[in-house]
């Protein structure tokens, strides 16, 4: 979750190993999808 909003932020951040990305202001149907994306892996 952060503030840096941005494609490039996105794309820096997958590429430094994160699972996903999430910009404020959260969406919360965005949250619980990328929250079951993850616990299926």
């Known amino acids: 979750m952060t503030a840096n909003a941005f494609k490039e932020d ?3 951040c997958l590429a430094a190993g994160m699972n ?3 910009a ?3 969406d919360m149907e965005k949250v619980k999808q990328t929250i079951c994306e ?3 892996l």
């Open 10 to 12: 996105e794309e820096n």
């Open 20 to 22: 996903a990305h999430l």
């Open 24 to 26: 404020k202001p959260l």
């Open 38 to 40: 993850m616990v299926k």
